[in-house]
């Protein structure tokens, strides 16, 4: 069994509480048919992690689409809310009684996602987990999202902790890049969808967020 000590826990929010790739990923091909562009899902896996601007000026550009980076963005949140409209919040099973202990066991809470604020309150609210969290921020909102450390830090000072006091939990390439810049230690969710082979070297790996067990500034998986 591996021990992880820690004060303070920072959940990113896509991939981890909430099960939002699907939907995400259904929007953005569908804004793609929009342009008669057919791309297999697995072309969508490299942007997780990273700011919707950042992932439609990639997008824009690699496949020569005739809009611009906020008219694509436009057209994507149009369709990602009628696609949770349609399929609805489904949590990442295990996530939400994994902060609900953290909580219970007095760790400090943030959460650090690159989805606009509005999604985040929705989540949380819908999960009824948003007053366990002392820290919540938008890498929407930030110069630098991730990859870069930014938001990480931020949420470090926020909670009043340093790097090596803290866990991130993380499932994205891009935000595993942004924890260990931030010099925390890192929980990494391999979700067997989408990475169900990829070894990191320096993090703690996980397939499952079910059965992790929580004591008191210490997790075992």
């Known amino acids: 069994m591996t021990e992880i000590k820690a004060k303070a826990v920072i959940f990113d929010m896509d991939g981890v509480i909430v099960d939002s790739e699907p939907n995400i990923m259904e929007a953005k091909q569908n804004v793609l048919h929009r342009y008669g562009v057919y791309k297999p899902l697995s072309y969508h896996f490299k942007f997780m992690g990273m700011s919707f601007r950042d992932i439609w000026a990639q997008t824009r550009q690699e496949l020569d689409l005739p809009a ?7 057209e994507y949140f149009e369709e990602v809310a009628q696609v ?6 489904q949590s990442i099973a295990g ?9 219970q066991n007095d760790f400090k809470l943030a959460l650090a996602s690159s989805s606009p604020l509005a999604d985040i309150e929705e989540v949380l609210t819908t999960f009824g987990i948003k007053e ?3 820290a919540v921020i938008s890498g929407a909102e930030l110069a630098h999202p991730k990859p870069a450390p930014d938001i990480f830090l ?9 790097a090596a006091e ?12 942004a924890g260990l810049a931030a010099g925390a230690q890192l929980l990494v969710f391999n979700d067997p969808r ?3 082979n990829r070894q990191i070297e320096g993090v703690n790996l996980v397939t499952t967020m079910t059965n992790l067990k929580v004591g008191p500034e210490k997790i075992s998986y």
């Open 68 to 74: 611009s980076t906020e008219q694509l963005m436009a």
């Open 84 to 89: 949770r409209a349609k399929n609805g919040l």
């Open 95 to 103: 996530t939400v009684e994994f902060i609900k202990a953290l909580a």
């Open 132 to 134: 366990l969290f002392s």
């Open 154 to 162: 931020l949420a470090m000072e926020k909670l009043g902790v340093k």
């Open 166 to 177: 803290s866990l991130v939990v993380e499932d994205s390439v891009n935000g595993v890049k």
């Open 194 to 196: 989408y990475n169900p």
